[in-house]
């Protein structure tokens, strides 16, 4: 089943509150014209009106879930999320978007569904990749904030009453930030290198450390939804479009179990994505580099010649200064050759306009 970029929302949610607090009020009169015991029926209904006035006016707090075969985490995470959530006294729901997972991670959560109806669930009709799938479900939460947490145990779930408590004060945007972490210290390193890369070549100030994790004000949530961007940098994004940043700084753990689905690829995927997506410096460092060496050819052209010239017999280039020119200039042709096809990948995917995500079937929305 084929889904809009950019869904409507169904349901009116104050309205089907009105709707039964109308029905409410109806059974409530019946009674009280056919009932002697007026003082009772009294207290029912200020019960009801308190009740239903109660849950109009508490704000909702959306979490998403992105999930690729982790039937090990998804129950003991769910559970610990909604321990947390119910400390924070607002209501919720739990969105669960599955990318085409080949294990039972979907079957778990139909399970939990059954007995809890504010888990709800997404199956994608194929992966498509941890940048786009996220994305899209940040697009469907309906809550006044929509926090994003990885199934893995590396975003921990005691986080989540500091991020509600700093998007009650008034942050529109909470990253979760790494200080350290329990990862592989070179993998650790390297991430931190490419973020601050990526930060002092780009034209707005990137977060350091943060891989989008965080909670979303609905007013964000809002502004990303009209964005067509069929395969978003998200953190990229949320420098662009949102107000300042604020960061909660956290040790990652490791994940708990399972093994990790970004091999080499995926981080390489990522690491071009958001160089050419949020950087103008690689365009113009080609121009650059390609001025600079056609000086120095040219330079060095011009001494061959004039060497040559006064030294006829006595000169001899040789071989080698050809070789290394020839190599050295066709690397850099290569490279950047790469380099623009980069750019040209991302702007076939433009072109072509695909849907973030195609969506094999949902579960407990309404309708």
């Known amino acids: 089943m084929s889904v809009n970029l950019r869904p409507s929302r169904t349901t009116n949610k104050n309205s089907k509150i009105s709707n039964?607090?109308?029905?409410?009020?109806?059974?409530?009169?019946?009674?009280?014209?056919?009932?002697?015991?007026?003082?009772?029926?009294?207290?029912?209904?200020v019960r009801i009106i308190?009740?239903?006035l109660t849950i109009i006016l508490m704000?909702?707090?959306?979490?998403?879930?992105?999930?690729?075969?982790?039937?090990?985490?998804?129950?003991?995470?769910?559970?610990?999320?909604e321990k947390n959530l119910i400390n924070t006294n607002y209501n919720y729901e739990i969105i669960?978007?599955?990318n085409c997972s080949k294990d039972n991670t979907v079957k778990i959560v139909k399970k939990l569904i059954e007995t809890n109806k504010k888990i709800r669930l997404i199956v994608n009709n194929n992966n498509y990749g941890h940048l786009r799938s996220p994305f899209y479900g940040l697009l469907q939460t309906k809550g006044d904030a929509a926090i994003l947490m990885n199934a893995d145990f590396q975003d921990p779930p005691?986080?989540?009453?500091?991020?509600?408590?700093?998007?009650?004060?008034?942050?529109?945007?909470?990253?979760?930030?790494?200080?350290?972490?329990?990862?592989?210290?070179?993998?650790?390193?390297l991430r931190k290198f490419y973020y601050n890369l990526l930060n002092l070549i780009s034209e707005n100030k990137m977060t350091i450390n943060t891989t989008g994790s965080g909670i979303f004000d609905k007013t964000i949530i809002q502004q990303l939804k009209t964005i067509n961007d069929p395969y978003p940098y998200f953190r990229g994004l949320i420098t662009e479009i949102g107000p300042?940043?604020?960061?909660?700084?956290f040790i990652q753990p490791k994940r708990k179990y399972g093994k990790t689905k970004n091999n080499f690829f995926h981080l390489y995927d990522i690491g071009m994505l958001g160089l050419v997506k949020h950087s103008k410096i690689p365009l113009r460092l080609m121009t650059i580099m390609g001025l600079i060496?056609?000086?120095?050819?040219?330079?060095?052209?011009?001494?061959?010649?004039?060497?040559?010239?006064?030294?006829?017999?006595?000169?001899s280039a040789g071989?080698?200064?050809?070789?290394?020119?020839?190599?050295?200039?066709?690397?850099?042709?290569?490279?950047?050759?790469?380099?623009?096809?980069?750019?040209?990948?991302?702007?076939?995917?433009?072109?072509?306009?695909?849907?973030?995500?195609?969506?094999?079937?949902?579960?407990?929305?309404?309708?």
Not at 20 to 39: C, D
Not at 336 to 356: A, C, D, Q, S, T
């Open 20 to 45: 039964n607090f109308l029905i409410n009020f109806i059974i409530l009169t019946y009674y009280v014209f056919n009932s002697k015991n007026l003082f009772i029926l009294y207290i029912k209904f």
């Open 293 to 315: 060496i056609s000086v120095l050819s040219l330079l060095g052209a011009l001494t061959f010649f004039l060497l040559k010239l006064f030294n006829w017999y006595d000169y």
């Open 319 to 367: 071989v080698a200064p050809l070789l290394i020119g020839v190599f050295l200039f066709g690397g850099f042709q290569l490279f950047f050759l790469g380099l623009i096809g980069e750019y040209i990948m991302v702007i076939m995917k433009h072109v072509r306009n695909l849907p973030l995500v195609v969506e094999k079937e949902r579960v407990n929305f309404d309708k």
């Open 244 to 249: 300042s940043v604020n960061l909660l700084p």
């Open 158 to 189: 005691e986080l989540i009453e500091k991020l509600v408590t700093k998007w009650a004060s008034g942050s529109k945007i909470v990253l979760l930030q790494k200080n350290n972490s329990e990862e592989s210290k070179i993998k650790f390193f």
């Open 59 to 81: 704000k909702l707090i959306s979490v998403l879930i992105p999930t690729f075969e982790e039937e090990k985490n998804i129950l003991d995470l769910i559970n610990e999320i």
């Open 50 to 52: 308190s009740l239903q």
């Open 96 to 98: 669960v978007i599955d």
